[in-house]
C-alpha cells in the first residue's frame, strides 16, 4: 500500500469540507429541533461554557477534524490491499470509533463517562452498520451491472 502525498492532502481538504459541511447542517437541524431562538453550533452549555462567537469557531475546527478523521482514515484503511473488505470495515469501525468519540465529547456532544459512552458506541455502531450495508449493496449493485455489461459484450 502506497498513497500519494497528493491523495493525502486531497483527503484531509475533502474531508475538512465535508466535516464543515455536515457540521453546520446537523447544527441548524439540531437548532431547530430544540426550539432554538437562534442558531447555535452546539449545546446550549458549549455555547455558554465558550460565548457565541469562540463556540462558533471551536465548532468549525472540531467539524473539520471530525471530517479529515473520517476521511483519512478512510483513505489509509480502504487503500490496503492486501486487506479483506470485513477486515478493512473492523479496522475502520475500532479507528473512527476510538477517534471521534473525544472529539464528539469536546464538542459537548456528551459527556465522557462509561454510561454516555456505551449509549454513543450504540448509535455510532448503528449508524456504522445501516451506513456500510448501503455501501455493500451499491458496490454490489455496481459489480452486477458491470458483469451484465460484460456478458452482454461476449
Not at 89 to 97: A, D, K, P, R
Request: net charge positive; aromatic share 14%.
Amino acid at each position: 500500500m502506497r498513497i500519494s502525498f497528493n491523495r493525502i492532502v486531497a483527503s484531509i481538504c475533502t474531508g475538512a469540507v465535508i466535516g464543515q459541511f455536515i457540521g453546520f447542517w446537523i447544527s441548524v437541524v439540531f437548532s431547530a429541533l430544540n426550539g432554538a431562538a437562534q442558531w447555535i453550533p452546539s449545546t446550549p452549555g458549549f455555547v455558554a461554557r465558550f460565548g457565541q462567537f469562540p463556540a462558533v469557531v471551536l465548532s468549525a475546527c472540531i467539524w473539520s477534524a471530525i471530517g479529515v478523521m473520517f476521511s483519512l482514515t478512510a483513505e489509509l484503511v480502504y487503500n490496503h490491499e492486501t486487506w479483506g473488505i470485513w477486515q478493512k470495515m473492523g479496522v475502520y469501525y475500532v479507528v473512527t470509533l476510538l477517534l471521534f468519540t473525544p472529539l464528539a465529547s469536546v464538542a459537548g456532544w456528551f459527556p465522557l463517562n462509561p454510561l454516555n459512552f456505551l449509549g454513543f458506541a450504540i448509535i455510532f455502531t448503528v449508524l456504522f452498520a445501516i451506513i456500510g450495508a448501503i455501501n455493500m449493496l451499491m458496490a454490489r449493485r455496481k459489480v452486477d451491472d458491470l458483469n451484465q455489461h460484460l456478458n452482454r459484450n461476449r
